[in-house]
């Protein structure tokens, strides 16, 4: 497929920075999701046409950050008409990994108590998009100066920096929430974030954004705290977000839903910059100063 746009993430930063177990040696390509034209089909192929807008995960393989690359058809969903580029490739790893986490793992109900960490990230303003639909009450950590957002998009902010999450928790909401969504990890971060829960919460875990800051060794600090807070026998449980491409099936099925959510305006991706593919580079500057809000975005010249 000829590429039109392809996500920036803090995997990508992980990956390039060699912070993260199995990291492929150079050289290799950058990009977990990519929107583009099918130019060619493989023999057999009927599901998509060439010539078709399509999305997809690359898988954990990457590759994104190129002007072609070759899919297994199995990956490939259809974009609606009208639906613009930028926006369509937000949704395929934030916003797949947002609806996995909220309605796979952690089957939130309407009418719960929701605290997603990282709120202003690419992730974390899909779970917000995501919450609103099915009708939970939000708490969501992030920057001051990412505040406005996050109140624009339904959620109660508070300021990870300065604020005790867990004690401006129990001060909102007296016992606490029923899902804390965390892709920050770290050992003390998760067990914050466990006493943050009602009786019978949940904590989805899902990331290591803390990593950027401490290094590799928060992935085993937040594997061992998983392990123990699974453990501890008090009602609430500690859950990991299941491989979202693990059943093909499904998973066209749920970007489907979602590129039809985002075509009927129900949903709008945050888009943080449109960089061009040539200034890639550029892009990873922005994610490691941090302080951007949504998805940053690589365009392909002839898309801009
Ligand atoms: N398991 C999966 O399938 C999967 C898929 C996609 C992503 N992820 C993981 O999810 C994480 C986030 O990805 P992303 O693409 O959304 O990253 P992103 O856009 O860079 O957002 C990360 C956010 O984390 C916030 N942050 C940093 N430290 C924090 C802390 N201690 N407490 C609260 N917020 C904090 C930052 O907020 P401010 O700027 O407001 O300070 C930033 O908005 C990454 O670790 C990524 O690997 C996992």
């Known amino acids: 497929m000829r590429i039109l746009t392809a996500g920036v993430s803090a995997y990508d930063l992980m990956i390039r920075s060699h912070r993260f177990p199995g990291t492929p040696r150079p050289p290799f390509t950058l990009g977990v999701d ?4 099918v130019d ?29 690359i070759c899919l297994p058809s199995s990956a490939l969903v259809p974009v609606p ?41 690419g992730v974390g303003t899909a779970l917000l998009e995501l919450g609103r639909e099915a009708g939970v009450e939000m708490y969501g950590t992030a920057s001051r100066h990412n505040h406005d957002l996050v109140s624009s998009l339904g959620a109660t902010p508070i300021d990870y920096r300065t604020e005790d999450f867990v004690a401006r928790m129990r ?36 990331g290591v954004a803390a990593s950027k800051d401490k290094g590799i060794r928060v992935i085993p600090a937040s594997l061992v705290m998983l392990g123990l807070l699974k453990l501890i026998p008090d009602g609430k449980r500690a859950l990991t977000t299941p491989d979202a491409q693990k059943d093909s099936t499904q998973y066209r099925d749920t970007l ?14 945050v888009v943080a910059e ?8 550029r892009a990873h500057e922005l994610l490691e100063r941090g302080g951007h809000a949504g998805k940053v975005v690589l365009v392909a010249s002839e898309e801009r």
């Not at 990519?34 to 034209?37: E, H, P, R, T």
Request: hydrophobic content about 45%; charged content about 20%.
């Open 34 to 37: 990519v929107v583009g034209v």
């Open 40 to 68: 060619e089909l493989g023999e057999g192929v009927s599901t998509v046409d060439a010539g078709g807008r399509v999305a997809a995960l690359t898988g954990h393989d990457g590759g994104g950050y190129s002007e072609f």
């Open 81 to 121: 008409a009208g639906v613009d580029s930028a926006e369509a490739v937000c949704v395929v790893a934030n916003y797949l990994t947002a609806h996995t986490a909220m309605h796979t793992a952690a089957a939130v109900r309407s009418g719960e108590r929701i605290l997603i960490h990282g709120a202003a990230g």
């Open 171 to 206: 001060d909102l909401t007296g016992d606490g929430v029923d899902v804390v969504f965390d892709p920050i990890g770290g050992a003390r971060q998760m067990w914050r974030s466990h006493r943050a829960l009602r009786k019978r919460g949940r904590l989805v875990w899902f």
């Open 256 to 269: 489907t839903r979602l590129l039809d959510l985002l075509a009927a305006g129900k949903i709008k991706p």
């Open 274 to 281: 449109r960089i061009p593919l040539v200034e890639a580079a």
